[in-house]
């Protein structure tokens, strides 16, 4: 089966995608559902030690990280699939890796390395801690990132403890920060002619994503805590009880302020000397919120939103996953793409880009790949014929 591109976007360059579990393969995701050639290179069956890394290979989780890409077998611990990988790499632009960064180097395919084969290769690397450094060879995860990255202490309720957030966070925005240092390098590549090393960590990816929190130490050293539902500079925004649920409703800023009182009836709130201004309400938010939910009570959630849309002040549902596919404006943006999968049955959901590109969209093309299911095609295509195929077989390097 030849490659059939997802979009026209990036079908003209070719990825070695070296990666496994989550933060390398969302970065890998982010090219493959844009068009690039994507070749999932994964060491052949009965090679890897206990479970596979990335969890079942037709659940949810890992058909949702791995659609839109070829799959390959290779056995990079033999010095003949490293000469095979490094044929490879001749002719691609991109290797993606998340290795530990010691082990690249002992595998004898490190940037440096690679650099020798393909000086315009861009070599894509996501750790726990960094390249360098002293936790550069400890083993990275999600939640470990989420702690000793400040998310954890944020999180939560006031005095609760710490709490991670309910998604892979860390993991998942190395990638994207990952696959967006690619596509730079390779923009540079149209200038200088030259490859580069493009590196981040989970632990720099999560300390990025503390945003205006990390900058209030950085700048005020201020350490911020627990706010729970309640924002931690905009007030009142928070979750706020109705007479069959909760919403949510940010009032940021004066203007918004004086339009959530009068749409709720609370001018007696906007008058009072102890919320008059965000520093008021700011001080006084613990007597605020009940005070607000007084004005709420009797009020469904479908009424108050009504009313608080149409005087402009933002606002919304609080949905169970369900209850996310099923609202309107979700069901008309259609965050999802369908492909046929022989394992997972015809017209498959696989959640879509967040992005548009009117003339180059992302599409739906490849359901993710059985373990080795495009070896020979690859390995055809990079030169190598059906003898020097089948003695790779023979010798267990594919």
Same mark, same amino acid.
């Given at each position: 089966?030849?490659?059939?591109?997802?979009?026209?976007?990036?079908?003209? #360059?070719?990825?070695?995608? @070296?990666?496994?579990?989550?933060?390398?393969?969302?970065?890998?995701?982010? $090219?493959? !559902? =844009?068009?690039?050639?994507?070749?999932?290179?994964?060491?052949?069956?009965?090679?890897?030690?206990? !479970?596979?890394?990335?969890?079942?290979?037709?659940?949810? !989780?890992?058909?949702?990280?791995?659609?839109?890409?070829?799959?390959?077998?290779?056995?990079?611990?033999?010095?003949?699939?490293?000469?095979?990988? &490094?044929?490879?790499?001749?002719?691609?632009?991109? +290797?993606?890796?998340? #290795?530990?960064?010691?082990?690249?180097?002992?595998?004898? +395919? !490190?940037?440096?390395?690679? &650099?020798?084969?393909?000086?315009?290769? +861009?070599?894509?690397?996501?750790?726990?801690?960094?390249?360098?450094?002293? %936790?550069?060879?400890?083993?990275?995860? /999600?939640?470990?990132?989420?702690?000793?990255?400040?998310?954890?202490?944020?999180?939560? $309720?006031?005095?609760?403890?710490?709490?991670?957030?309910?998604?892979?966070?860390? /993991?998942?925005?190395?990638?994207?920060?990952?696959?967006?240092?690619?596509?730079?390098?390779? $923009?540079?590549?149209?200038?200088?002619?030259?490859?580069? =090393?493009?590196?981040?960590? @989970?632990?720099?990816?999560?300390?990025?994503?503390?945003?205006?929190?990390?900058?209030? =130490?950085?700048?005020?050293?201020?350490?911020?805590?627990?706010?729970? *539902? *309640?924002?931690?500079?905009?007030?009142?925004?928070?979750?706020?009880?109705?007479? /069959?649920? %909760?919403? *949510?409703?940010?009032?940021?800023?004066? &203007?918004? =302020?004086?339009? #959530?009182?009068?749409?709720?009836?609370?001018? /007696? @709130?906007? *008058?009072?000397?102890? %919320?008059?201004?965000?520093?008021?309400?700011?001080?006084?938010?613990?007597?605020?919120?009940?005070?607000?939910?007084?004005?709420?009570?009797?009020?469904?959630?479908?009424?108050?939103?009504?009313? $608080?849309?149409?005087?402009?002040?933002?606002?919304?549902?609080?949905?169970?996953?369900?209850?996310?596919?099923?609202?309107?404006?979700?069901?008309?943006?259609?965050? %999802?793409?369908?492909?046929?999968?022989?394992?997972?049955?015809?017209?498959? &959901? #696989?959640?879509?880009?967040?992005?548009?590109?009117?003339?180059?969209?992302?599409?739906?093309?490849?359901?993710?790949?059985?373990?080795?299911?495009?070896?020979?095609?690859?390995?055809?295509?990079?030169?190598?014929?059906?003898?020097?195929?089948?003695?790779?077989?023979?010798?267990?390097?594919?």
């Amino acid at each position: 089966m030849p490659f059939r591109p997802a979009s026209k976007a990036l079908q003209r #360059f070719t990825v070695l995608d @070296l990666t496994r579990v989550r933060s390398g393969p969302t970065a890998v995701r982010q $090219l493959a !559902d =844009w068009g690039a050639n994507v070749i999932k290179i994964e060491m052949p069956e009965g090679m890897e030690p206990g !479970d596979a890394p990335g969890g079942p290979r037709h659940g949810s !989780d890992f058909q949702n990280l791995h659609r839109n890409k070829r799959g390959m077998t290779l056995n990079l611990k033999s010095p003949e699939g490293v000469a095979i990988l &490094k044929k490879l790499a001749e002719r691609a632009d991109v +290797i993606v890796e998340n #290795f530990r960064p010691d082990v690249k180097q002992r595998l004898g +395919i !490190d940037y440096d390395a690679m &650099k020798q084969v393909n000086p315009r290769l +861009i070599y894509a690397s996501i750790s726990g801690f960094g390249q360098d450094g002293p %936790y550069r060879e400890r083993p990275g995860f /999600d939640q470990i990132a989420q702690g000793m990255g400040g998310l954890m202490s944020i999180t939560g $309720l006031p005095g609760q403890g710490p709490v991670r957030v309910g998604i892979p966070i860390a /993991d998942l925005t190395a990638g994207i920060f990952c696959a967006q240092g690619i596509l730079l390098a390779l $923009l540079e590549r149209e200038t200088s002619g030259e490859g580069q =090393w493009v590196h981040t960590s @989970l632990l720099q990816a999560q300390i990025f994503m503390l945003d205006f929190q990390a900058a209030r =130490w950085l700048m005020d050293q201020d350490v911020p805590k627990q706010a729970g *539902n *309640n924002h931690p500079t905009s007030i009142p925004t928070g979750v706020f009880k109705t007479t /069959d649920g %909760y919403i *949510n409703i940010a009032v940021t800023g004066q &203007k918004i =302020w004086e339009r #959530f009182c009068k749409a709720i009836g609370a001018e /007696d @709130l906007l *008058n009072h000397p102890d %919320y008059a201004r965000a520093a008021d309400r700011s001080k006084n938010r613990d007597r605020l919120n009940p005070a607000i939910e007084a004005k709420l009570a009797g009020m469904t959630s479908a009424a108050l939103i009504d009313k $608080l849309n149409a005087a402009g002040v933002p606002c919304g549902r609080i949905y169970k996953m369900d209850e996310v596919f099923a609202d309107p404006q979700v069901e008309h943006l259609k965050p %999802y793409v369908e492909i046929d999968s022989p394992v997972r049955g015809a017209g498959t &959901k #696989f959640l879509g880009q967040p992005m548009t590109l009117t003339r180059t969209p992302a599409t739906g093309q490849l359901p993710p790949p059985e373990v080795g299911q495009h070896t020979d095609e690859i390995l055809a295509e990079f030169g190598y014929d059906t003898t020097a195929i089948a003695g790779f077989r023979q010798r267990g390097i594919v």
